[in-house]
Protein backbone atom coordinates (compact mmCIF):
# COMPACT_ATOMS: atom_id res chain seq x y z
CA UNK A 1 0.00 0.00 0.00
CA UNK A 2 1.35 3.40 -1.10
CA UNK A 3 1.74 6.48 1.71
CA UNK A 4 -1.36 8.18 0.19
CA UNK A 5 -3.08 5.42 0.47
CA UNK A 6 -2.77 4.23 3.69
CA UNK A 7 -3.43 7.91 5.18
CA UNK A 8 -6.59 7.81 3.18
CA UNK A 9 -7.40 4.27 4.80
CA UNK A 10 -6.88 5.88 8.02
CA UNK A 11 -8.41 8.76 7.16
CA UNK A 12 -11.23 7.04 6.24
CA UNK A 13 -11.56 4.90 9.42
CA UNK A 14 -12.00 8.14 11.38
CA UNK A 15 -14.51 9.67 8.75
CA UNK A 16 -16.88 5.92 9.49
CA UNK A 17 -16.43 6.68 13.09
CA UNK A 18 -14.18 3.67 13.89
CA UNK A 19 -12.03 3.30 16.98
CA UNK A 20 -11.21 1.15 19.68
CA UNK A 21 -14.65 1.20 21.15
CA UNK A 22 -15.53 -1.35 18.43
CA UNK A 23 -18.76 0.82 17.47
CA UNK A 24 -20.62 0.72 14.34
CA UNK A 25 -20.42 3.61 12.11
CA UNK A 26 -22.98 5.14 11.17
CA UNK A 27 -25.00 6.22 7.97
CA UNK A 28 -23.86 9.13 6.19
CA UNK A 29 -27.18 11.69 6.65
CA UNK A 30 -27.59 14.77 4.25
CA UNK A 31 -27.79 17.71 5.18
CA UNK A 32 -30.70 18.75 6.91
CA UNK A 33 -32.08 21.41 4.42
CA UNK A 34 -31.98 21.94 0.79
CA UNK A 35 -28.10 22.52 -0.36
CA UNK A 36 -28.07 24.61 -3.57
CA UNK A 37 -25.12 23.80 -6.33
CA UNK A 38 -22.24 25.96 -5.34
CA UNK A 39 -21.46 28.54 -8.11
CA UNK A 40 -19.06 28.04 -10.86
CA UNK A 41 -17.83 25.63 -13.21
CA UNK A 42 -15.27 23.93 -11.66
CA UNK A 43 -11.52 23.72 -13.57
CA UNK A 44 -9.71 20.88 -14.88
CA UNK A 45 -6.48 20.74 -12.34
CA UNK A 46 -5.03 17.11 -12.93
CA UNK A 47 -5.51 13.35 -14.17
CA UNK A 48 -4.23 10.66 -11.78
CA UNK A 49 -2.04 8.04 -13.66
CA UNK A 50 -0.79 4.74 -12.21
CA UNK A 51 3.16 4.09 -12.92
CA UNK A 52 5.76 1.46 -11.94
CA UNK A 53 8.26 3.94 -12.74
CA UNK A 54 7.10 7.56 -11.99
CA UNK A 55 10.27 9.08 -12.57
CA UNK A 56 10.44 7.44 -16.15
CA UNK A 57 6.72 8.08 -16.75
CA UNK A 58 7.42 12.30 -16.01
CA UNK A 59 10.27 12.00 -18.57
CA UNK A 60 8.17 10.82 -21.25
CA UNK A 61 5.27 13.52 -21.03
CA UNK A 62 8.32 16.35 -20.27
CA UNK A 63 9.74 15.06 -23.39
CA UNK A 64 6.08 15.16 -25.16
CA UNK A 65 5.70 18.70 -23.84
CA UNK A 66 8.66 20.67 -22.98
CA UNK A 67 7.02 23.69 -21.56
CA UNK A 68 5.50 21.29 -19.04
CA UNK A 69 7.18 21.95 -15.29
CA UNK A 70 8.23 18.84 -12.93
CA UNK A 71 6.99 19.42 -9.62
CA UNK A 72 5.04 17.71 -6.81
CA UNK A 73 1.35 17.53 -5.65
CA UNK A 74 0.57 15.55 -2.29
CA UNK A 75 3.47 14.42 -2.35
CA UNK A 76 3.46 12.96 -5.82
CA UNK A 77 5.53 13.09 -8.79
CA UNK A 78 3.45 15.91 -11.38
CA UNK A 79 4.18 17.43 -14.01
CA UNK A 80 2.22 20.65 -14.41
CA UNK A 81 0.71 22.34 -17.75
CA UNK A 82 -2.57 23.53 -19.04
CA UNK A 83 -3.73 20.11 -17.00
CA UNK A 84 -0.76 18.39 -14.32
CA UNK A 85 -0.63 15.06 -14.47
CA UNK A 86 -0.01 13.42 -11.05
CA UNK A 87 1.40 9.99 -10.83
CA UNK A 88 1.12 7.28 -8.07
CA UNK A 89 3.53 4.38 -7.97
CA UNK A 90 2.55 1.30 -7.76
CA UNK A 91 4.06 -2.23 -7.67
CA UNK A 92 2.87 -4.10 -10.56
CA UNK A 93 1.63 -2.99 -14.16
CA UNK A 94 -1.75 -1.50 -13.38
CA UNK A 95 -4.75 -2.45 -15.16
CA UNK A 96 -6.21 -0.78 -18.60
CA UNK A 97 -3.03 -0.85 -20.56
CA UNK A 98 -4.02 -0.22 -24.11
CA UNK A 99 -3.25 -3.45 -26.33
CA UNK A 100 -1.95 -2.75 -29.58
CA UNK A 101 -3.33 -6.15 -31.02
CA UNK A 102 -7.17 -5.62 -29.82
CA UNK A 103 -6.96 -2.06 -30.60
CA UNK A 104 -8.33 -1.52 -27.01
CA UNK A 105 -7.42 -2.37 -23.75
CA UNK A 106 -8.43 -5.63 -22.50
CA UNK A 107 -10.69 -4.01 -19.70
CA UNK A 108 -11.92 -0.52 -20.80
CA UNK A 109 -12.66 2.02 -17.86
CA UNK A 110 -14.91 5.32 -18.51
CA UNK A 111 -11.77 7.07 -19.08
CA UNK A 112 -10.84 6.47 -22.98
CA UNK A 113 -7.42 8.39 -22.85
CA UNK A 114 -5.64 11.47 -22.45
CA UNK A 115 -3.62 13.87 -24.52
CA UNK A 116 -2.84 17.39 -25.95
CA UNK A 117 -4.04 19.75 -28.98
CA UNK A 118 -1.32 20.33 -31.24
CA UNK A 119 -0.59 20.01 -35.21
CA UNK A 120 0.05 16.66 -35.87
CA UNK A 121 1.22 17.38 -39.11
CA UNK A 122 5.00 16.23 -38.53
CA UNK A 123 4.47 14.76 -35.32
CA UNK A 124 5.94 11.56 -36.36
CA UNK A 125 9.09 13.16 -35.66
CA UNK A 126 7.99 13.95 -32.06
CA UNK A 127 6.89 10.55 -31.98
CA UNK A 128 10.41 9.31 -33.04
CA UNK A 129 12.17 11.09 -30.44
CA UNK A 130 10.16 9.64 -27.68
CA UNK A 131 10.55 6.32 -28.88
CA UNK A 132 6.87 5.62 -29.17
CA UNK A 133 5.65 5.44 -32.83
CA UNK A 134 2.46 5.96 -33.63
CA UNK A 135 -0.19 3.23 -33.57
CA UNK A 136 -1.65 2.33 -36.65
CA UNK A 137 -4.97 3.73 -37.68
CA UNK A 138 -7.31 1.48 -39.90
CA UNK A 139 -8.95 2.98 -42.82
CA UNK A 140 -11.70 0.72 -43.71
CA UNK A 141 -12.70 -2.47 -42.82
CA UNK A 142 -11.73 -4.54 -45.71
CA UNK A 143 -8.20 -3.93 -44.70
CA UNK A 144 -5.82 -1.18 -46.62
CA UNK A 145 -2.95 0.20 -45.60
CA UNK A 146 -2.98 1.65 -41.66
CA UNK A 147 -2.17 5.13 -41.66
CA UNK A 148 -0.30 7.08 -38.45
CA UNK A 149 -2.57 10.34 -38.18
CA UNK A 150 -6.20 11.15 -40.38
CA UNK A 151 -5.13 13.35 -42.27
CA UNK A 152 -3.11 10.59 -44.27
CA UNK A 153 -6.40 8.86 -45.02
CA UNK A 154 -7.61 8.49 -48.45
CA UNK A 155 -10.84 10.18 -47.48
CA UNK A 156 -12.26 13.40 -45.66
CA UNK A 157 -13.93 12.70 -41.86
CA UNK A 158 -15.05 9.72 -40.43
CA UNK A 159 -17.11 7.32 -41.96
CA UNK A 160 -19.02 4.10 -41.47
CA UNK A 161 -18.59 0.70 -43.76
CA UNK A 162 -21.60 1.51 -45.44
CA UNK A 163 -20.66 5.21 -46.66
CA UNK A 164 -17.45 4.13 -47.33
CA UNK A 165 -17.54 3.32 -50.66
CA UNK A 166 -19.06 6.56 -52.02
CA UNK A 167 -16.64 8.78 -50.33
CA UNK A 168 -14.44 11.18 -52.27
CA UNK A 169 -10.99 10.63 -52.52
CA UNK A 170 -8.91 12.97 -50.95
CA UNK A 171 -5.29 13.87 -51.23
CA UNK A 172 -3.17 13.98 -47.97
CA UNK A 173 -4.08 17.01 -45.59
CA UNK A 174 -2.31 18.69 -42.86
CA UNK A 175 -3.13 17.43 -38.98
CA UNK A 176 -5.61 15.27 -38.15
CA UNK A 177 -5.60 13.26 -34.80
CA UNK A 178 -3.31 10.18 -34.32
CA UNK A 179 -2.32 7.92 -31.17
CA UNK A 180 0.92 7.21 -29.45
CA UNK A 181 1.47 4.48 -26.34
CA UNK A 182 2.67 6.56 -23.23
CA UNK A 183 4.02 4.92 -20.57
CA UNK A 184 2.44 2.17 -18.70
CA UNK A 185 0.73 1.50 -22.00
CA UNK A 186 -1.48 4.56 -21.41
CA UNK A 187 -3.37 6.16 -24.51
CA UNK A 188 -2.37 9.31 -25.59
CA UNK A 189 -3.81 11.70 -28.69
CA UNK A 190 -2.43 13.84 -30.28
CA UNK A 191 -4.82 16.10 -32.56
CA UNK A 192 -5.24 18.89 -34.01
CA UNK A 193 -3.57 21.12 -37.71
CA UNK A 194 -1.49 24.15 -38.41
CA UNK A 195 -4.52 27.25 -36.37
CA UNK A 196 -4.15 24.51 -33.34
CA UNK A 197 -3.59 26.32 -30.00
CA UNK A 198 -1.04 23.85 -28.57
CA UNK A 199 -2.87 22.62 -25.00
CA UNK A 200 -1.60 19.07 -22.81
CA UNK A 201 -5.54 19.36 -21.84
CA UNK A 202 -7.02 16.59 -23.55
CA UNK A 203 -9.32 13.84 -22.28
CA UNK A 204 -12.12 11.75 -23.83
CA UNK A 205 -14.24 9.51 -22.69
CA UNK A 206 -16.34 6.30 -22.60
CA UNK A 207 -19.97 6.03 -21.10
CA UNK A 208 -22.66 3.59 -21.68
CA UNK A 209 -24.94 6.30 -22.72
CA UNK A 210 -23.43 9.93 -23.42
CA UNK A 211 -26.17 11.63 -23.27
CA UNK A 212 -27.27 10.73 -20.12
CA UNK A 213 -24.05 10.78 -18.60
CA UNK A 214 -23.63 14.81 -20.15
CA UNK A 215 -27.08 15.64 -18.47
CA UNK A 216 -25.13 14.37 -15.03
CA UNK A 217 -22.32 16.36 -15.52
CA UNK A 218 -23.70 19.32 -16.17
CA UNK A 219 -26.64 18.83 -13.44
CA UNK A 220 -24.76 17.60 -10.29
CA UNK A 221 -20.89 19.15 -11.41
CA UNK A 222 -21.81 22.35 -12.85
CA UNK A 223 -20.22 21.50 -16.08
CA UNK A 224 -21.52 23.67 -19.33
CA UNK A 225 -23.23 21.41 -22.31
CA UNK A 226 -21.49 21.96 -25.10
CA UNK A 227 -23.45 19.58 -27.18
CA UNK A 228 -27.63 19.03 -28.04
CA UNK A 229 -29.32 19.36 -24.49
CA UNK A 230 -31.97 16.63 -24.17
CA UNK A 231 -34.79 18.23 -24.51
CA UNK A 232 -37.97 17.86 -21.99
CA UNK A 233 -39.72 14.73 -21.89
CA UNK A 234 -36.95 13.22 -24.23
CA UNK A 235 -35.24 10.12 -23.40
CA UNK A 236 -31.33 10.77 -22.99
CA UNK A 237 -30.49 6.95 -23.66
CA UNK A 238 -30.06 5.64 -27.30
CA UNK A 239 -28.74 2.51 -29.02
CA UNK A 240 -24.90 2.69 -30.49
CA UNK A 241 -24.69 3.77 -34.19
CA UNK A 242 -22.51 1.93 -36.91
CA UNK A 243 -18.64 1.89 -36.21
CA UNK A 244 -16.63 4.23 -38.27
CA UNK A 245 -13.00 4.78 -39.83
CA UNK A 246 -10.44 5.66 -39.40
CA UNK A 247 -10.03 3.80 -36.40
CA UNK A 248 -7.56 2.27 -33.72
CA UNK A 249 -9.85 -0.82 -33.92
CA UNK A 250 -9.84 -2.87 -37.11
CA UNK A 251 -13.93 -2.86 -36.27
CA UNK A 252 -13.65 0.31 -35.88
CA UNK A 253 -15.02 3.03 -33.56
CA UNK A 254 -18.47 3.81 -32.39
CA UNK A 255 -18.70 7.47 -32.55
CA UNK A 256 -22.83 7.96 -31.69
CA UNK A 257 -24.26 8.85 -29.87
CA UNK A 258 -21.99 11.62 -28.81
CA UNK A 259 -21.96 14.10 -26.38
CA UNK A 260 -19.80 16.89 -24.67
CA UNK A 261 -19.07 18.96 -21.66
CA UNK A 262 -17.16 22.03 -21.14
CA UNK A 263 -15.37 22.74 -17.68
CA UNK A 264 -12.71 24.97 -17.33
CA UNK A 265 -9.65 24.79 -19.36
CA UNK A 266 -11.10 21.78 -21.83
CA UNK A 267 -14.13 20.32 -23.13
CA UNK A 268 -14.51 16.78 -22.32
CA UNK A 269 -15.98 14.12 -25.59
CA UNK A 270 -18.06 11.91 -24.20
CA UNK A 271 -18.41 8.73 -26.68
CA UNK A 272 -20.35 4.79 -26.19
CA UNK A 273 -19.01 1.96 -24.45
CA UNK A 274 -17.47 0.34 -27.58
CA UNK A 275 -17.88 -3.49 -26.95
CA UNK A 276 -21.16 -3.73 -27.19
CA UNK A 277 -22.45 -6.82 -28.58
CA UNK A 278 -20.50 -9.13 -30.17
CA UNK A 279 -18.28 -6.53 -31.26
CA UNK A 280 -15.52 -7.66 -28.83
CA UNK A 281 -16.60 -11.11 -28.55
CA UNK A 282 -19.22 -10.60 -26.04
CA UNK A 283 -20.67 -7.73 -24.38
CA UNK A 284 -18.01 -6.00 -22.00
CA UNK A 285 -19.14 -3.57 -19.84
CA UNK A 286 -17.12 -0.59 -18.89
CA UNK A 287 -14.87 -0.73 -15.47
CA UNK A 288 -14.30 1.23 -12.39
CA UNK A 289 -11.39 4.07 -13.17
CA UNK A 290 -9.53 3.18 -10.03
CA UNK A 291 -6.62 1.05 -10.10
CA UNK A 292 -6.44 1.73 -14.42
CA UNK A 293 -3.10 3.15 -15.95
CA UNK A 294 -5.58 6.46 -16.27
CA UNK A 295 -6.95 6.58 -12.38
CA UNK A 296 -8.86 9.13 -12.23
CA UNK A 297 -9.44 13.22 -13.20
CA UNK A 298 -9.15 15.84 -10.89
CA UNK A 299 -11.24 19.20 -10.78
CA UNK A 300 -10.39 22.61 -8.42
CA UNK A 301 -13.12 24.00 -7.01
CA UNK A 302 -13.24 26.88 -4.89
CA UNK A 303 -15.20 25.84 -1.86
CA UNK A 304 -15.33 22.01 -1.28
CA UNK A 305 -17.00 22.23 2.10
CA UNK A 306 -19.74 23.32 -0.16
CA UNK A 307 -19.32 20.97 -2.85
CA UNK A 308 -19.03 18.47 -0.33
CA UNK A 309 -22.69 18.93 1.59
CA UNK A 310 -24.37 19.37 -2.28
CA UNK A 311 -22.96 16.00 -3.18
CA UNK A 312 -24.24 14.23 0.13
CA UNK A 313 -27.78 15.68 -0.92
CA UNK A 314 -27.39 14.38 -4.60
CA UNK A 315 -26.51 10.92 -2.78
CA UNK A 316 -23.19 10.89 -5.26
CA UNK A 317 -20.68 8.21 -3.62
CA UNK A 318 -18.01 9.69 -1.77
CA UNK A 319 -14.94 6.76 -2.59
CA UNK A 320 -12.52 9.18 -0.57
CA UNK A 321 -13.59 11.59 2.61
CA UNK A 322 -13.24 14.72 2.60
CA UNK A 323 -9.49 15.29 3.53
CA UNK A 324 -6.30 17.44 3.88
CA UNK A 325 -3.65 17.48 1.01
CA UNK A 326 -0.49 19.78 1.13
CA UNK A 327 -2.10 21.60 -1.08
CA UNK A 328 -5.67 22.34 0.72
CA UNK A 329 -7.77 19.61 0.71
CA UNK A 330 -9.50 17.08 -1.39
CA UNK A 331 -12.11 14.27 -1.61
CA UNK A 332 -12.65 11.52 -4.14
CA UNK A 333 -16.11 10.85 -5.40
CA UNK A 334 -18.11 7.90 -8.13
CA UNK A 335 -19.82 9.33 -11.34
CA UNK A 336 -21.64 7.33 -14.08
CA UNK A 337 -20.04 3.97 -15.06
CA UNK A 338 -17.49 4.58 -12.15
CA UNK A 339 -15.49 6.91 -13.49
CA UNK A 340 -13.28 8.27 -10.15
CA UNK A 341 -13.12 12.49 -9.69
CA UNK A 342 -11.41 14.05 -7.86
CA UNK A 343 -12.67 17.19 -6.77
CA UNK A 344 -9.60 20.06 -5.18
CA UNK A 345 -9.64 22.98 -3.28
CA UNK A 346 -6.04 24.58 -3.36
CA UNK A 347 -4.97 27.05 -0.61
CA UNK A 348 -3.85 30.71 -1.26
CA UNK A 349 -0.11 29.72 -1.54
CA UNK A 350 -0.94 26.62 -3.98
CA UNK A 351 -3.22 29.18 -5.93
CA UNK A 352 -0.45 31.74 -6.12
CA UNK A 353 1.87 29.60 -7.38
Given at each position: ?55 A ?36 P ?91 G ?13 S ?36 C ?37 Q ?78 G
Amino acid sequence: MTRRASALAAIALLAAGLGSTGCTPAAEVPPADPVARPAGTPALHHVGLNSTDPTAALAWYAALWPSAQATTFDGRDALAAEMMLVFDAVTSPPAGAFDPALGRPSAQSAIWHIGAYLDTTDSDRLAEALGSPHLPLHIGPDGGSPVWRSGLAPYRGTHTAAALPGVEVAEPRAGGFSYLLGPDGALVELTGGPNTRPSLSHVHLFHEQPRCAAEWYVGVLGFEPASDPVAEGEDCAAPPAEAGWPSLERIGTIRAPRAAVDVVGTQFSIYPRQCFGARCGEPTPLVGSRGQVIDHVGLRVDDLAAWHAWLRQEGVTVIEPLHDIEEGRALMIEGPDAIAIELVELDADSLAG
